[in-house]
């Protein structure tokens, strides 16, 4: 079992920046595939970024360049850095770890960028 809890989302200006982090109840050592996805009103929730053991990240193309996501395996937190904020990135954002072939998400978080 894995509980991951997200930070605070929060309104965010077009172009601005903001940081979501997520920790996770048990060392991030073991955990596979820990990332981030999104949904919004009537869509399916979407990929934003993975990150592996080893360190190799995947981003969706929407994100690319603007996003970046880390791993702190001390804190057993992941965070997504997000930059050059959009309208359209405005969703409820979910941490997600696959452990043991089971897939795990967080309450998800609110990130709206708007003027």
């Known amino acids: 079992q894995v509980q991951l809890v997200e930070s605070v989302g929060g309104l965010v200006q077009p172009g601005g920046s903001l940081r979501l982090s997520c920790a996770a109840s048990?060392?991030?050592?073991?955990?596979?595939?820990m990332g981030w996805y999104r949904q919004t009103p009537g869509k399916e929730r979407e990929l934003v970024a993975t990150i592996i053991i080893g360190g190799l990240t995947n981003y969706a193309d929407s994100v690319k360049g603007r996003f970046t996501i880390s791993r702190d395996n001390a804190k057993n937190t992941v965070y997504l850095q997000m930059n050059s904020l959009k309208p359209e990135d405005t969703a409820v954002y979910y941490c997600?770890?696959?452990?043991?072939?089971?897939?795990?998400w967080g309450q998800g978080t609110t990130v709206t960028v708007s003027s």
């Open positions: 997600y770890a696959r452990y043991y072939g089971s897939n795990y």
């Open positions: 048990r060392s991030i050592f073991s955990i596979n595939i």
